[in-house]
């Protein structure tokens, strides 16, 4: 019976004890950390530089960024060089005197504008016209900030 009391004190005794060793250990570990850390910021960049050393991505940034169609400003250039691919819809297509071929666009604006071979556009060039359809080629930049270039054709609208 003597036993069974003296070791329940041994124990009570040590789980009173153990609480308040654990916490000033982890504030101590966590000073230790907190100052380790500015030291490693301080000496990160000189020593990626000079080593090679690659440091690593924060785990809550995201690595796809998303843009919006909000990258086409609100202010566009005049004329043709504000002209946005994904707007313009195709009215008409001629032929000019010297037998090339012009593209009648129109955007939300609702303004004409005559194309040709080779034109600039805000996002993009004429690549080719025909009879009855444009290609556009159109420079994107998708998610992760690599910019392309894809082929866009635009048809005339069938009545």
């Not at 004190?9 to 009173?16: K, M, P, Q, T």
């Not at 000019?96 to 303004?111: C, E, H, Y």
């Amino acid at each position: 019976m003597k036993t069974d009391v003296f070791f329940g004190a041994i124990l009570a005794a040590i789980l009173v004890v153990s609480p308040a060793l654990s916490q000033e250990a982890a504030q101590s570990s966590e000073e230790e950390a907190s100052s380790s850390a500015e030291t490693q910021q301080e000496n990160a960049p000189a020593a990626s530089q000079s080593s090679g050393i690659r440091q690593r991505r924060d785990p809550f940034r995201a690595i796809v960024v998303k843009k919006a169609e909000a990258e086409i400003p609100a202010q566009l250039p005049p004329g043709k060089a504000g002209l946005v691919i994904g707007q313009l819809q195709v009215q008409g297509i001629a032929r000019s005197i010297d037998g090339t071929w012009i593209a009648v666009v129109d955007n939300n604006t609702n303004r004409a504008y005559f194309l040709r071979e080779g034109d600039k556009l805000y996002n993009g060039t004429v690549s080719a016209i025909s009879p009855d359809h444009v290609v556009f080629m159109e420079e994107t930049t998708d998610a992760r900030g690599q910019k392309s270039t894809r082929e866009v054709v635009k048809r005339l609208p069938e009545d």
